[in-house]
């Protein structure tokens, strides 16, 4: 799970103003064939891990509705701040049992809404 935790939090972290405000994690899944429940439930461990820590606002996974989509799942997230998001990944590493499918590739980033 470490190797999660890197792959997560990957140049995620910033000092300053900016990381007290509230984020936002964009997190897109390509989802081997026929893993996509088993990948549900890998998702499942990781958010109920994350919803009881510090900062915890909010998330949701969407699921593509064609099956040729490159992403077939993506996750939305929002947390108070990175420094927030960073204590909570790094807790999820070490809590969470469930493995990612064989062959699972992800990518998140933090962002900040920059216009509404």
Do not use: C
């Amino acid at each position: 799970m470490k190797r999660l935790a890197t792959l997560l939090l990957g140049g995620l972290l910033a000092v300053g103003p900016a990381a007290a405000q509230p984020v936002t994690l964009i997190n897109v899944f390509e989802v081997p064939q026929g893993r996509l429940e088993e990948t549900i439930r890998f998702w499942e461990a990781a958010r109920d891990v994350l919803m009881r820590q510090p900062g915890y606002v909010s998330t949701r996974l969407h699921q593509s509705i064609t099956s040729e989509a490159r992403f077939q799942l993506i996750n939305i997230a929002v947390w108070e701040s990175q420094a927030a998001f960073a204590a909570a990944n790094a807790r999820m590493s070490q809590e969470v049992r469930v493995p990612p499918p064989e062959g699972l590739r992800f990518s998140a980033a933090l962002f900040r809404v920059v216009r509404e």
